[in-house]
């Protein structure tokens, strides 16, 4: 069968958002007229929600779940959405509702029009501490100002995709994934819709600022040369600090200056030079470490159970 529209939503614990979550999308989408599915990848989830996943298949021929062995990220549960997903256009959308599913409805409308992609802009932002709201938006415009692919400010994983658009993802499997910056990559007309991003309807956030700092590790990383170049500027500076010292202290050392007498002067160059050193080596094996794992070949996730009529 045609499918027009592939609703991808990860799921990780989320067994007291999946009913309405469900619900609204299918409300959505019926209104369409035209078929759709609803793609649930289970990101290893402990909570019950993959029984809930396998009941609402059973009951719903839409909904085909996507039952991983384990938890892989996610970024990964995304990525195997888009592998599984039949549509011609595929939505992203997240399982807690903080993204309406009614917007999908404006964001078809724009796909019509002839966009092949269209994103989601976070306008507003409900239920969020000032710190997640700050840290969120310096990260957006980090990642704007330093990688090579200018990715649209206050924009998550909900977004609309043409097919042609999925086919290209489809084809970049590399591990450390930055799925936004991605499809900002990839090119083709892309539109963006403002909308109010509401709270979370039940549970706990997914991402807490240890994965927010590893996400956004993976954006600079997979987008950018800069931290690379930070090291190396870092380098001049410090060598310029000393050809501009040396003459300096000789001078002062001539002229009987007791300034830089002691060890402590030569202490703290060897801390400071060291300090350089030791980052400029951790940024080196963050790029390293992502070749060795690309190296390894190894598949980006394994699944336990998944739709048969692929």
Do not use: C
């Not at 470490?289 to 394994?302: N, V, W």
């Amino acid at each position: 069968m045609k499918i027009t529209y592939s609703i991808v939503a990860p799921i990780y614990n989320e067994k007291d958002n999946i009913p309405e979550l469900y619900r609204r999308v299918k409300d959505v989408m019926d209104s369409t007229d035209e078929p759709w599915e609803l793609v649930l990848v289970d990101d290893g989830s402990t909570d019950g929600s993959t029984g809930m996943l396998r009941e609402l298949a059973k009951k719903d021929r839409h909904v085909r779940p996507v039952i991983f062995a384990r938890n892989f990220g996610h970024q990964i549960a995304i990525t195997a959405g888009w592998d599984y997903a039949r549509g011609d256009a595929v939505v992203i959308i997240d399982a807690d509702l903080q993204d309406p599913p009614e917007l999908i409805l404006e964001m078809a409308k724009k796909w019509k029009e002839g966009n092949e992609v269209v994103f989601a802009v976070r306008a507003e932002r409900e239920g969020e501490s000032w710190f997640k709201l700050w840290t969120a938006s310096l990260f957006y415009r980090i990642i704007y100002r330093i990688t090579d692919v200018k990715i649209p400010l206050d924009t998550g994983d909900f977004r609309l995709m043409d097919r042609k658009v999925v086919d290209v993802l489809k084809s970049m499997r590399e591990r450390h994934r930055f799925p936004r910056g991605m499809s900002a990559w990839v090119g083709f007309k892309q539109v963006g819709v403002e909308y109010k991003r509401a709270a979370r309807v039940a549970g706990e956030t997914k991402y807490p600022f240890r994965k927010m700092f590893r996400l956004a590790l993976n954006a600079i990383t997979g987008f950018s040369y800069f931290p690379l170049q930070v090291a190396t500027y870092i380098g001049f500076f410090s060598a310029g600090i000393a050809a501009i010292a040396i003459p300096v202290v000789i001078y002062m050392r001539i002229n009987g200056s007791l300034a830089f007498e002691g060890q402590a002067t030569t202490l703290i160059a060897v801390l400071f030079l060291g300090g350089v050193q030791l980052i400029s080596l951790g940024i080196l094996g963050e790029y390293i470490g992502r070749l060795y794992d690309e190296a390894k070949g190894r598949p980006l996730y394994i699944v336990r159970e998944a739709p048969q009529d692929q």
